[in-house]
T-cell receptor, first 115, second 117 residues
Framework: DAGVIQSPRHEVTEMGQEVTLRCKPI?????LFWYRQTMMRGLELLIY????????DSGMPEDRFSAKMPNASFSTLKIQPSEPRDSAVYFC?????????????FGPGTRLTVL | AQKITQTQPGMFVQEKEAVTLDCTYD???????LFWYKQPSSGEMIFLIY??????QNATEGRYSLNFQKARKSANLVISASQLGDSAMYFC??????????????FGKGTLLTVNP
């Protein structure tokens, strides 16, 4: 079975540009998570969707960040305008909420560099 | 508040030997889940093993086993017969399974394991 798919794998952009990260969760999973990983702060949960509805966006750093999940098989994380401090690895993860273990499976990540 | 502590920033092990990576946690929730993830240098996060707080037996998955000591609030990962490919960062994580935030994973800071030939 295909795992979580993220694109692009690497993104280099200039400050002020719009960046869109994409995620396709595992088929049949009804929860989707966006994380950011940096050396300084480790793994941070940015936003959590359940059944395509945003449940918790308290981790979104500021209004420059937005996330959508228009259907069960696709989500985007957008940064507009991007800043150098947004440079990080962004992970998407998905899970089945009706399973006891509710294990989150991560995608390969998008390494974002903002110059 | 949840807390995960991984006290070993780095560990070294000889190939074919066993190694234990430490993880202690703190929660007031009686129902919780503990997870271990592996992050190799390529960057992906790979799920390894899960232990539920009510599970009677320690979890095992191939060469991975979880030494779960509930009274001590520890969930150490044991890797048997280490291989060079086991060299990676290992993260312990916990999720409370009751309450309004029962979707949140709290991660430790990780342990960097190096397997020497």
């Amino acid at each position: 079975d295909a795992g979580v798919i993220q694109s692009p794998r690497h993104e280099v952009t200039e400050m002020g540009q719009e960046v869109t990260l994409r995620c396709k969760p595992i088929s049949g999973h009804n929860s989707l998570f966006w994380y950011r990983q940096t050396m300084m702060r480790g793994l941070e949960l940015l936003i959590y969707f359940n059944n395509n509805v945003p449940i918790d966006d308290s981790g979104m750093p500021e209004d420059r960040f937005s996330a959508k999940m228009p259907n069960a098989s696709f989500s985007t994380l957008k940064i507009q305008p991007s800043e150098p401090r947004d440079s990080a690895v962004y992970f998407c993860a998905s899970s089945r909420r009706d399973r006891t273990t509710d294990t989150q499976y991560f995608g390969p990540g998008t390494r974002l560099t903002v110059l | 508040a949840q807390k995960i502590t991984q006290t070993q920033p780095g560990m070294f092990v000889q190939e074919k030997e066993a190694v234990t990576l430490d993880c202690t946690y703190d929660t007031s929730d009686p129902s919780y889940g503990l997870f271990w993830y592996k992050q190799p240098s390529s960057g992906e996060m790979i799920f390894l093993i899960y232990q539920g707080s009510y599970d009677q037996q320690n979890a095992t998955e191939g060469r991975y086993s979880l030494n779960f000591q509930k009274a001590r609030k520890s969930a150490n990962l044991v890797i048997s017969a280490s291989q060079l490919g086991d060299s990676a960062m290992y993260f312990c994580a916990m999720r409370d399974q009751s309450g309004g935030s029962n979707y949140k994973l709290t991660f430790g800071k990780g342990t960097l394991l190096t397997v020497n030939p």
